[in-house]
């Protein structure tokens, strides 16, 4: 008669040979394909001939695939034990089984054996992109348009559940991951969310037109140094940044007659001046009488020049050794070298070509009041 210890011992050598023939098709009745938590296996541990299982710690594949533990017995380290090597702890999973699990890293067993740590899943009504508006400059260094935002996976580190992102990306409070460089709602932390009007550049919220280059917000569409993008300074012989593009110096010449309405050239004058949209060093007025003419640079001459562009008037500035302004003479915009405004100097530096029909456009060098005939030039630079 077959004793209880030999039974036992057949009825295990049967469950063997029934596992054994399992793990060559990777199927097992009533066995899930992992026990807790995927196929996270260890690749020196047999682990090519039952990849869907963690040889490390799944009970039922202990150290191979065909080695499943003794009732009561855990699986740690890859060996069927009676504890669970320290730090790991037993815990039931679903199914009943008792694997060991590190509450220190462990996702599904964080801190504790019941608590599971999770992700988003779902980004809701979330929009692809960085949320930014439309921040008008032609090149931003790469930090517009790109991916803004993405779902990251869960972690446990130290016992505390959080979310492992993407390089470059950072989890805040709703568990979605953020590039901080680039998203409207997070500028360069989750609690900085830049103005309806700014948009987030290298983690900087600045106006739209604008870039964030070294340490501040630069106008990258008229700025000659950071033309169209960060550092890119526009050389001689196109010294003026204009919407973003390095241009040559914006000028307006043109001849005009004695005693004729200059109504062609007020067409000129008015083309001219809706092309000074840059940021510009120098103005000078010259002529066919003083082709050297007067040269005004630094600010003032920025300031005569955006003027001239938004049709408004600048009270006189000393600069170049003259005194210049700007201001309305009849129905056109007026440039002075002379200091004053609608003035006949005599000789004088002065051109207003769309002053109400009359033949008083101006001139360099001579009278300003039906003047002889010429050609006057504005340059800004």
């Known amino acids: 008669m077959v004793g209880f210890r030999e039974m036992k011992r057949l009825a295990w050598v049967a469950a063997a040979a029934a596992l054994l023939a399992a793990c060559a098709t990777g199927i097992l009745a009533g066995d899930d394909a992992s026990i807790d938590g995927g196929s996270g296996v260890d690749a020196t541990v047999d682990a090519s001939a039952c990849p869907q299982w963690d040889l490390t710690k799944d009970p039922l594949h202990c150290g191979s695939c065909n080695n499943a533990c003794e009732a009561g017995a855990v699986c740690s380290s890859g060996q069927c034990k009676i504890q669970c090597d320290t730090p790991t702890i037993k815990c039931i999973v679903d199914g009943g089984a008792t694997v060991c699990a ?24 979330l929009l692809p992109g960085p949320n930014n508006p439309d921040a008008g400059v032609p090149f931003d260094g790469g930090y517009d348009g790109g991916p803004g935002w993405s779902l990251g996976t869960a ?48 983690g900087h919220c600045c106006s739209q037109g604008t870039a964030y280059c070294g340490s501040s917000c630069v106008d990258v569409l008229n700025d000659a140094n950071n033309c169209g993008s960060c550092g890119h300074v526009c050389p001689s012989q196109t010294p003026v940044c204009s919407a973003g593009a390095c241009a040559a110096a914006i000028t307006f010449s043109q001849s005009f007659t ?87 100097s005599t000789p004088g530096y002065c051109v207003r070509p769309c002053i109400t ?25």
């Not at 067993?109 to 992700?119: D, F, W």
């Not at 083309?271 to 040269?295: H, Q």
């Not at 033949?359 to 504005?378: D, E, K, Y």
């Open 258 to 344: 004695l005693n004729v309405t200059a109504t062609t050239q007020c067409t000129a004058w008015n083309t001219f001046r809706s092309t000074l949209t840059g940021t510009y060093s120098s103005i000078t007025l010259s002529g066919s009488n003083d082709t050297t003419g007067r040269t005004c640079t630094g600010a003032a001459a920025n300031t005569l020049c955006q003027a001239l562009h938004n049709n408004t008037a600048v009270s006189p500035v000393s600069c170049g050794g003259y005194t210049w302004t700007t201001g309305t003479c009849g129905s056109g915009i007026e440039l002075s070298a002379d200091g004053t405004i609608c003035n006949c």
């Open 155 to 202: 972690s446990c580190d130290a016992s505390t559940c959080g979310v492992v992102c993407p390089q470059g990306m950072t989890a805040c409070s709703d568990g979605i991951c953020y590039d901080p460089q680039n998203f409207h709602d997070h500028c360069g932390s989750c609690n900085t969310a830049c103005q309806s009007t700014e948009w987030c550049t290298q």
């Open 102 to 125: 590190d509450p220190t890293n462990d996702p599904n067993h964080c801190g504790s054996c019941t608590t599971t740590c999770t992700a988003a899943t779902d980004a809701g009504s």
């Open 357 to 381: 029909s009359t033949v008083n456009w101006g001139g360099i060098a001579t009278n300003t009041c039906n003047a002889p005939t010429q050609t006057i030039t504005v340059t800004c630079k």
